[in-house]
């Protein structure tokens, strides 16, 4: 039987880590075994659900690489794929459940079944519907209706049954019928409730293996028995742990970012999120940490999940996230990386003199950040160095002003420093000129250029100052001053020019 899988989102906010780990499961799952990935939106809660929702959770499973080959967007022979759009399937399956007498209308209000469940709870017996709709005459059920009254419709859970859920990641779990009240399958309003939709939806899309997150789990018997009063052989469960945060609760906001759209405007890539969130729960057996989307689809195995809930680590993802970094090409992590700099002004548009000059800076900060987000403070000396600061810390060393003018004296009379070759030049000829060398010759010219007493490779440093300084201004980037300009400064300040 060919693997079909699916993702069902319900688009009432973002997508959150926990769901794109389950919809990357699946698509591991469907890529791995060359099954069929569904996307669903389940969107029968009118209130709560929106478009906006539903385009950014799209949206972001695209970011992460996870495509599908059926969905809302893109078609497919089991359409539509929003559950808005199928109400003639579940008024179908609603009306042969009728038929075959189990489901039938209940006529409850709110405020009754609100005082079953309070004195349920008040006798210590688990709140569960009462039954007291299950046997009305066709009589009553005609008047009631005649009289303007709109029933729910309840599915009939047959009694004192054992239902057992096979589970992959779980093993066999069982529940008894009799803790199980007969579930809402169609709300007066006419809308599908979750329990009946998905069934008839993953009946209809004839999906293989439903994997989900374990809150499902107490669902899947009730599903399980409305399977089995369509007559259908439900699909093989996985119900996977659920993600949490460092104090064992599951990961909210309290614990910080906790949706996709949180952790791309933070600066990691798709490709450290999809690993990280791969071995969440599962490994590919042995201890990599780096594995990429083609081998983890090529070894995934949803019975090696594991039961034990998972703790998000975000030091771990920080930690991937760097190695990819390293690993991406430039012009790539300039583009992703050009808003941070544009948020924090020193790139004004998207220019290709831009993107070629952040790309050329990249090795001044990748390596030592995590994320996006930390690269345009690394590189912050660049745009804005503090002067003042710079001149204290030149007069701070003992041959300081002598180094500084050496240094400015030798890159006046030359091109601008914009390779590594010509800044080692450079430095031959200020060694020469002032006679210091090593420490004296070289922390004057970082304390000068970049008001820190330490930072990036001055053999990278010097060319990113010099090629920012001969940036034309339709390059769109914030001015960056010159070496020469920062050393005359300094000079200037320190009083020994
Ligand atoms: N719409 C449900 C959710 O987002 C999907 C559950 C399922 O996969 O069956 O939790």
Known sequence: MSVRVRFAPSPTGQLHVGNARTALFNWLLARGSGGTFVLRIEDTDAERST??????????LRWLGLTWDEGPDVGGPHGPYRQSERQSHYDTAADRLVAAGRAYPCF???AMLDADRQAALAAGLPPKYSGRCRELGADEIARRRAAGERPALRFAVPASREVVVHDLVRGDVSFSTD????????????????????????????????VRGEDHLSNTPRQVLIYEALGRTPPLFAHLALVLGPDHAPLSKRHGATSVAE???????????VNYLGLLGWSPGGDEEIVSTEEMARRFDVSRVGHSAAVFDVD?????????MKAAEPARIARAALPFFERDGRVRAATAAAL????????????????LDEIPAR????????????AALVGEESEGGRAVAAWADVIETREPLIDRERFRAAAAAARERSGLKGRALFHPLRVALTAEASGPELDLAVPAIERGAALAPDADVAPVPSCLARLRAVAGMTGKA
């Not at 478009?51 to 799209?58: D, F, K, V």
């Not at 952790?263 to 999120?273: C, D, N, Q, T, V």
């Open 179 to 210: 803790v199980i009240g007969d579930p809402i399958i169609v709300r007066s309003d006419g809308s599908p409730a979750y329990n009946f939709a998905v069934v008839v939806d993953d009946t209809e899309m004839e999906i293989s293996q439903v």
């Open 379 to 390: 590189v912050a000396f660049l745009f804005a160095w503090d002067a003042a600061r710079a």
């Open 51 to 60: 478009r906006e929702s539903e385009r950014t959770m799209i949206d972001d």
């Open 356 to 371: 070629d000059y952040v790309a050329s800076i990249l090795p001044l900060a990748v390596g030592s950040v995590d994320r």
């Open 316 to 324: 771990k993802l920080a930690w991937i996230n760097r190695h990819y």
């Open 108 to 110: 409850c209000t709110p």
């Open 263 to 273: 952790f791309r405007a933070r600066g990691y890539l798709p490709e450290a999120l």
